[in-house]
């Protein structure tokens, strides 16, 4: 076999693995949470290792450096994820509860569903391993990009519903690929348009600063 082509197999095979590896770990981090305190800060962290797989050189342990990570994030997540929750379980219960439909439309349930999930948490969990920057401006960041980015927007959303929708074809690759694979296509989509708008303009450091920079 021709090295070139023996390597390609091997770090298709190794990526393969590792996002099954975050995906399994991303489960085991939101039962930790109780979900409640879990789906935030188990989000954060894995876009965090696939950011720094993105932006570092060296290579580094994934499982470890996850570990190491989490419970900080449960931490400093915990007003944050009960937030996200509250409203991500309230949307769920009014699409599903026919006698909710009354006070809540069903559309709008749905779109507080996608909102959430599609958007707003792969926004906070990019932004917080690309920034330093306090927990109020990430939040409020995370909330307008979406609507600044649409393109960038409509491409996290179309992703995650392909998945979805491969899901739904093949039920058996939810354990192992349902999240990290759009994870990880949204820190790359993100990840780069950040790279594009802070190439063009110059941050304002007083507030942020990419992670890492000198």
């Known amino acids: 076999m021709n090295p070139k082509t023996a390597q390609k197999i091997y770090e298709i095979t190794l990526m393969a693995s ?31 290792i696939f950011r720094d797989d993105r932006v570092k050189d060296d290579e580094f342990s994934w499982v470890r450096l996850a570990w190491q990570r989490y419970f900080p994030a449960v931490r400093r997540f915990a007003g944050v994820s009960v937030i996200f929750s509250v409203l991500l379980i309230g949307a769920i219960l009014a699409h599903q509860l026919p006698g909710v439909h009354d ?6 349930a749905l779109l507080v569903v996608v909102l959430l999930t599609c958007l707003f948490l792969p926004y906070l969990a990019v932004n917080d391993a690309h920034f330093t920057i306090d927990r109020i401006s990430l939040v409020k960041n995370s909330l307008l990009l979406p609507i600044l980015w649409p393109l960038t927007s409509i491409r996290l959303v179309l992703t ?9 074809l093949v039920p058996g690759l939810l354990p192992f690929v349902a999240v990290s694979v759009p994870l990880y296509l949204a820190t790359w989509l993100l990840t780069a348009r950040w790279d594009r708008q802070l190439a063009r303009s110059q941050p304002d450091r007083s507030l942020s600063r990419p992670v890492g920079a000198s």
């Open 18 to 48: 590792r996002l099954v590896m975050m995906n399994l770990l991303w489960i085991v981090f939101v039962l930790l949470g109780g979900v409640v305190f879990g789906i935030v800060p188990a989000t954060v962290v894995v876009v965090s």
């Open 103 to 108: 006070l809540i439309p069903a559309w709008l």
């Open 160 to 168: 995650e519903a392909a998945m979805i929708l491969l899901c739904w």
